[in-house]
């Protein structure tokens, strides 16, 4: 047909959902737009469980404020969505909040194998849907593992059914995750050469492009934060940090720095020399990351 050629590789996941929709009689053009749309709302919806869960029950108009940030964040709505109709990427962002709530369920609640499964299958959903969050999500995802562990008494219980989740996921993953690195080497060396030359001196941000001038958002390469979003995540993080120094408002907050300067110009030279990252193609990608703390913030406000 007119797809992608042999030894290129892309998770299938999403398409499945796109293609019940399809079965259930809409045209395919319909039948995305109906995937994106469930899409947004698992993603707030996600986030709302989240940021509840990290407020308090009784913090219902935050967690959904933070809903509404996500959602709204420019990264997702107007360049993952409308524009660039990313409809694997904005699954990334849909599952991410998911896995970070079965995370932190698993050590604040007895249920934990139902906990460990859940992360399971939601992780193995994720790798399966969006390859390259493969290689984005697992460092911030490890690095929260360790912070529930700390934050919560140091449960070695706790510690080992998240560890059993997370084999699981691999296990169930590894159809797809391991030809994918197993035939690497056919994959074609002039691309990286390419990402170097072309989409990496387009794809950072510099002190005058991370964040949009404009009140409202308009779409350019790279794309940028949303100016509303920057300064209500800033304001938010700055009002956490000063009432609640917890190891996972510190965490979050540290990861979303860590992205941001990963995204700048001054990293380039961090990303020409690693072929893994290069597979990433675009630094920008790490907008993901960074929308979903920021959001988390502005509904902590």
């Known amino acids: 047909g007119r797809g992608y050629p042999l030894f290129n590789f892309y998770?299938?996941?999403?398409?499945?959902?796109?293609?019940?929709?399809?079965?259930?009689?809409?045209?395919?053009?319909?039948?995305?737009?109906?995937?994106?749309?469930?899409?947004?709302?698992?993603?707030?919806?996600g986030i709302f469980l989240?940021?509840?869960?990290?407020?308090?029950?009784?913090?219902?108009?935050?967690?959904?404020?933070?809903?509404?940030?996500?959602?709204?964040?420019?990264?997702?709505?107007?360049?993952?969505?409308?524009?660039?109709?990313a409809i694997a990427e904005a699954t990334a962002q849909a599952l991410i909040p998911w896995v970070l709530w079965s995370v932190r369920r698993l050590f604040t609640t007895q249920a934990q194998a139902f906990w460990a499964?859940?992360?399971?299958?939601?992780?193995?959903?994720?790798?399966?849907?969006?390859?390259?969050?493969?290689?984005?999500?697992?460092?911030?995802?490890?690095?929260?593992?360790?912070?529930?562990?700390?934050?919560?008494?140091?449960?070695?219980?706790?510690?080992?059914?998240?560890?059993?989740?997370?084999?699981?996921?691999?296990?169930?993953?590894?159809?797809?995750?391991?030809?994918?690195?197993?035939?690497?080497?056919?994959?074609?060396?002039?691309?990286?050469g390419i990402v170097r030359g072309a989409f990496l001196p387009r794809s950072t941000w510099t002190w005058e492009t991370f964040v949009a001038e404009e009140w409202l958002y308009t779409y350019i390469r790279p794309p940028r934060l949303g100016l509303v979003q920057f300064l209500l995540g800033t304001i938010g993080a700055l009002v956490t940090i000063a009432r609640r120094r917890t190891w996972e408002n510190w965490y979050l907050l540290l990861s979303a720095v860590m992205a941001g300067l990963l995204v700048g110009s001054w990293a380039r030279p961090f990303w020409e020399n690693s072929e893994i990252l290069l597979s990433i193609?675009?630094?920008?990608?790490?907008?993901?990351?960074?929308?979903?703390?920021?959001?988390?913030?502005?509904?902590?406000?």
């Open 11 to 45: 998770g299938a996941g999403v398409y499945y959902l796109s293609e019940a929709f399809h079965l259930l009689g809409l045209n395919l053009s319909d039948a995305s737009v109906a995937t994106l749309t469930l899409l947004a709302l698992l993603a707030s919806y």
């Open 50 to 85: 989240l940021t509840r869960d990290l407020f308090g029950k009784e913090a219902t108009w935050a967690s959904l404020v933070a809903a509404i940030a996500y959602v709204y964040a420019p990264y997702f709505l107007t360049v993952n969505i409308y524009q660039r109709g």
């Open 117 to 192: 499964t859940l992360l399971a299958l939601l992780l193995a959903t994720l790798v399966f849907s969006h390859t390259l969050m493969l290689l984005i999500f697992p460092p911030l995802l490890a690095g929260y593992v360790i912070v529930q562990w700390l934050q919560n008494g140091r449960q070695g219980r706790a510690l080992g059914w998240a560890i059993v989740g997370l084999l699981f996921a691999i296990a169930i993953s590894a159809f797809f995750w391991l030809p994918l690195i197993l035939e690497r080497d056919y994959l074609s060396k002039f691309a990286y």
């Open 281 to 301: 193609q675009s630094p920008w990608r790490l907008l993901t990351l960074i929308s979903l703390v920021l959001a988390s913030f502005t509904g902590a406000i």
